[in-house]
């Protein structure tokens, strides 16, 4: 874009450096929010196996990141970033689906919500171990509160609190699985790019994806119903794909842990999708819950982190790859033209 483009005109107010990564994370949250009604409507009646909605959706998200890497002929990574490619597809593309696919079988789609409740603190301490960011005190204070309510809400809503169930074991392997999947691919995201990291995460795993997916097409073939397919579509295309650009974008922006707890908001919308599209009626729990989550949310965004040990910048401070490149284009040719 040129200088003098009227969209970069002096009237314009262009968003606050602060939150444009969290305005990209809210974009991934709203798109994940039907993760979990979809999921329960395409495991139900027993049309699709869990297994076949887990392992499939990452083979239609496959051919569209493969056509995508294709077509803008992405350079390749390298070296331990296949490693660190590989974390990613194990966490969220075959970890986190794989998990909560099997655990909705038995629970309900409000009490999955408790898994959004604890993903946001598990992917910003995971976020301060890999990436080196240290957040005041307020922020984990905001955090934690926002865990609770939201985890207090989710119970209230789902109705089926009861005592520890094997759903429950394989929720608490999803969030460690996602929460692995997001720290990563955050930060690998800020040297491939947000779409190229789950790009790449997702044709790195197709093979055992396609063979999952033959192994339950074999065991039992699908014979959803046409809503079954439509959800098994939205899986596909944006929870396991479309979804993941502006999620890893506002995580690649940073500062990670704060872009972490937007995703505390999500309970509010998968509660709110679930009934509408599976008719679960709303109780005063939602008034209050939602209060308190998004409360939380905003405060622990509002919350500044400290500048990185390692690179003295702040995490907010993002350059996308072809910045960085020609900036350092720039440094060889003045060192070049330098007596």
Known sequence: MRDHSSATGPDAEPLSPRYVGPAWGLLGVLAFS??????????ADAGFTALFVAAGRAVVAGILAAGALMLTKQRWP????WVRLGVVAGGVVAGFPLL?????????????????????????????????????????????????ASAVFAGFRGGDFG??????????????????????????????????TISWALV??????????????AQQPPTGSPAQWAAFAYLGLVSMY?????????LAVGPMTQVSQVQLA??????????????????????????????????????RGRRSPVSG????????RTARAESTGEAQAARTSSP
């Not at 979990?36 to 409507?41: E, G, N, S, Y």
């Not at 992917?123 to 240290?134: F, K, M, N, S």
């Not at 479309?242 to 506002?250: D, K, M, Q, S």
């Open 266 to 303: 999500q309970p509010i919308f998968t509660l709110g999708w679930a009934a509408l599209i599976l008719n679960e009626e709303p109780t005063w729990a939602t008034a209050l819950g939602a209060v308190a989550v998004i409360g939380c949310a905003a405060s622990a965004v509002r919350t």
């Open 313 to 320: 910048r702040p995490h907010s401070e993002y350059r996308p």
């Open 78 to 81: 390298r070296g331990r970033q």
């Open 100 to 148: 909560t696919s099997f655990a909705l079988t038995e629970a309900s789609a409000g009490h999955s919500a408790v898994v959004i409740a604890l993903l946001p603190a598990a992917t910003a301490a995971l976020a301060v171990l890999r990436g080196h960011e240290q957040p005041p005190r307020a922020f984990w204070l905001a955090a934690a509160a926002g865990a609770v």
């Open 242 to 250: 479309l979804g993941f650009l502006p999620w890893y974008r506002g």
């Open 34 to 43: 039907f993760t979990m009604p979809l999921t329960k409507v395409a495991v």
């Open 163 to 196: 005592g520890p169930h094997w759903s429950d074991l394989l929720l608490l392997g999803a969030v460690i699985a996602a929460a692995c999947g997001y720290a990563e691919g955050g930060l690998l995201a800020r040297e491939l790019g947000a779409w190229q």
């Open 204 to 217: 790195l795993s197709a093979p055992v994806m396609v063979v999952l997916t033959g192994i339950s097409v």
